[in-house]
């Protein structure tokens, strides 16, 4: 499994409603339906994706994250979920705060170019980074609009979005719980994933567990504290 | 080329005319009433016992009910053959296929042409007019009086898009699910535009006598024709016909007169005289009709989202096809916000095509591939082998 798919796994409340932008042929929605029971919609570009994702019975609409989020009604979902896209995006800003009209909090994982292999790359050969996360060479990277965690950060703040957890990726190794904000992760971070809500009007669902990464044990799926599943 | 016989050689075919009582007319939105109501309809497959299994397909504008078996009439498969048949999207081994012909049709459901019992003659111009919520609730009345609670499915294509879409505004605890390919939720100015021309040029030929062609012997082909030749313009794109015919000639050089020297226009001329055989003109009338007045958000206050808000528990299927400028992918993409706003379960797909409108008769792998995988996932949601 992605590692950041575990993490999202980890996140999203039994039950919720759960949008996935760039879903693929649909691996992140039928965890997220299967683990969770959520309640899942997504969007994807290409038609061969949303067949795909058809035939393992999830709800999903062709179209691009820069230009159909329009499709959505407001506060239509608990989540939004965008991973390792936001870069790939024409208008980071209007996706970020459009993920935040949709639904209560948003699910956000960014590639990191503060990273110190990009800085050493970039330092050392004077040339554009390549590296594990960010493979392909600058003509022909969809990563147009690439950005550090110090960025990323200034941007929710800019957006006045409350960044309710964070967590460092970084291939194979289990997510780490980190302080976006430290100067040192925007070393050390290879790719962030945030979790997001709107600060003026926090989100009015369970608040969000603290420590969301940490080793603090989460509610079991299966038996949800409140409501306990009926038999019939 | 496949070897394939003919459909019913292999599955239960059932079908024919279902005749309500007068004392059961359709009540239509004009206010007037149709009695006694008969429909045409055919069947493919067996009803399973806790009758799960019904899907209803909805035809297009110059359709009918014969589906996939052979055309009375022309003698052709049916139209939607390559959709229908054993391990196909729609499998008469694993459902019930009913297919009925649309109230104001002329292949046995009442229409202009039926005979008014009140005068013994047909219809004609005192049939009523139609709306396409009177053709989904002539169909409500068959699926009721065939004694299935639910559809699994309601399916259609063009003006059976708009079927499927009507089921889901007005009957959505009757059905599991919607396919709605290549259609509108409302006609656009441009669509009547086509649909008048096409009204006009029947209107204009002197055997439509007022409507009264049949009674007089006659029968108005020379205007039906030409209206369903600008029709068939509308469901072709432009790439389509240019790569079909260019500007290829019928002869070698020109005739320097007004015959068909292009293919193009011995293409239209044939479409337009194959069909007056199996159509009625004033069905065409009232038919056109039908789609202009139709507009889905008009009763919700203009909203369409509310029309589809008791639907929620309905998962939807919308496909548009790329090249269609008769029902662009725009009009899909206002149907799919429009559920995503009633908080509808819903996936879109644009399939990329250079084929028009009439795509949704032709091969297209995605299309086959989406249809295949929705329904097979609903299937199994519903509990179906």
Sequence with gaps: MREDFAEILKLVRPSARVLDIGCEDGELLELLTREKQVDGQGLEISPEGVAHCVARGLSVVQGDGDRDLDHFPSRGFDYAILSKTLQQMRDPKHVLSELLRIAEQAVVSVPNFGHWKVRWALLSRGRMPETGVLPEPWYSTPNIHLCTLRDFVGLCDTLGLRIDACASLSGGKPARPIDPRAPIENWRAETALFLLSRRAEPSTGAAPPQNLFGEVELPRPEAPPARKPRRR | ?385
């Design chain 2, 1 to 385: 080329m496949t070897a394939q016989g003919p459909i019913q050689a292999d599955i239960e075919v059932g079908g024919g005319t279902w005749r309500f009582p007068a004392s059961r007319p359709l009540r239509l939105d004009s206010g007037a009433q149709l009695a006694p109501l008969e429909i045409g309809y055919k069947t493919y497959g067996a009803l399973n016992a806790d009758r799960t299994n019904a899907v209803l397909v909805c035809h297009a504008l110059s359709g009918d009910q014969h589906l996939a078996s052979t055309h009375p009439i022309t003698g052709k498969p049916g139209w939607w053959d390559r959709f229908v048949g054993p391990g196909k999207p729609l499998d008469p081994e694993r459902h019930f296929i009913i297919c009925t012909n649309v109230v104001g049709g002329c292949m046995g459901t009442t229409g202009p042409a039926s005979i008014d019992a009140r005068t013994g003659q047909p219809y004609g111009l005192s049939f009523p007019v139609i709306t396409i919520a009177d053709m989904v609730r002539a169909q409500a009345m068959l699926i009721e009086a065939m004694g299935i609670e639910t559809l699994f499915a309601v399916i259609g294509g063009s003006m059976g898009g708009m079927q499927a879409l009507q089921w889901a505004a007005d009957y959505p605890e009757k059905i599991f699910s919607v396919v709605c390919i290549a259609a509108a939720a409302r006609h656009s100015a441009q669509n009547i535009a086509f649909h008048e021309v096409g009204r006009q040029a029947i209107m204009a030929d002197p055997n439509w006598c007022g409507g009264a062609y049949l009674a007089a012997g006659v029968r108005p082909e020379k205007g039906l024709a030409v209206a369903r030749m600008a029709a068939h313009i509308t469901y072709l794109s432009e790439a389509a016909l240019q790569r079909k015919f260019g500007r290829e000639l019928q002869r070698d050089g020109l005739s320097w007169g007004f015959d068909a020297d292009f293919q193009v226009e011995s293409y239209l001329r044939h479409q337009g005289t194959s069909f007056v055989d199996r159509f009625d003109a004033n069905s065409y009338l009232y038919i056109t009709r039908a789609l202009d007045y139709f507009d889905l958000a008009a009763g919700y206050g203009g909203v369409l989202a509310q029309a589809f808000v008791r639907a929620r528990d309905v998962k939807f299927c919308v496909l548009s096809f790329s090249s269609d400028w008769l029902y662009p992918t725009s009009e899909s993409r206002d149907i799919v916000r429009a559920l995503n706003g009633a908080g509808c379960r819903t996936s879109f797909a644009e399939i990329e095509t250079d084929k028009g409108h009439d795509a949704f008769f032709l091969d297209e792998p995605l299309l086959d591939a989406t249809l295949q995988g929705f329904l097979g996932a609903q299937a199994q949601a519903r509990g179906l082998s």
